[in-house]
């Protein structure tokens, strides 16, 4: 059995379980950490790429900052710079292709937010059968990197041989 079809299994597996049903760590649970503002935490999760992976990591990314009680300014920039970087993970990896898995990182530091979503790399588009297309000037894509840009502090992004990561990290202010 191929490393694939055993994901697949997998996947059909936990199909019907709610992605936010896995355990989360309080920061007052850190070995010791306090609760206080100042408290380092971060947390890994990863998803199937389809449809549902970008609201799931919005709602991750909401549901980890609210316990940091951050401005909510903060927290809503980072839900919607998350949600673009995942929907880039669909649409332009294999991460968005069937089998696909995409990875979120968030880390709350106190004064500075960083979050990011690790894909698997450019798509195949002998596999996806899709061709190349021409985006008009005016089309509906290539917003999503503005986006990010004017709600967050930095971003950037980086390749391995197999996979390709966006972050940005947003200043907290004092």
Request: charged share 25%; net charge negative; hydrophobic share 35%.
């Amino acid at each position: 059995m191929t490393d694939s079809q055993r994901l697949q299994e997998h996947v059909q597996e936990d199909s019907a379980a709610d992605p936010f049903d896995a355990p989360i760590v309080e920061p007052s649970e850190l070995a010791g950490a306090s609760a206080e503002r100042s408290a380092t935490d971060h947390t890994v999760w990863s998803c199937v790429g389809n449809l549902t992976a970008v609201r799931s990591i919005r709602g991750r990314v909401r549901e980890f900052l609210e316990r940091f009680q951050l401005p909510d300014a903060v927290v809503d920039d980072a839900e919607l710079a998350a949600s673009e970087l995942a929907t880039n993970a669909l649409l332009h990896s294999r991460s968005g292709q069937t089998g696909g898995v995409m990875t979120l990182f968030i880390r709350c530091e106190h004064p500075l937010v960083r979050v990011a979503v690790a894909d698997q790399g450019e798509k195949n588009s002998e596999v996806s059968g899709e061709t190349a297309t021409v985006r008009e000037e005016n089309g509906d894509y290539g917003r999503g990197m503005l986006i990010i840009e004017s709600c967050t502090s930095r971003s950037g992004e980086y390749w391995s041989d197999s996979t390709h990561t966006a972050w940005f990290e947003i200043d907290v202010p004092t």
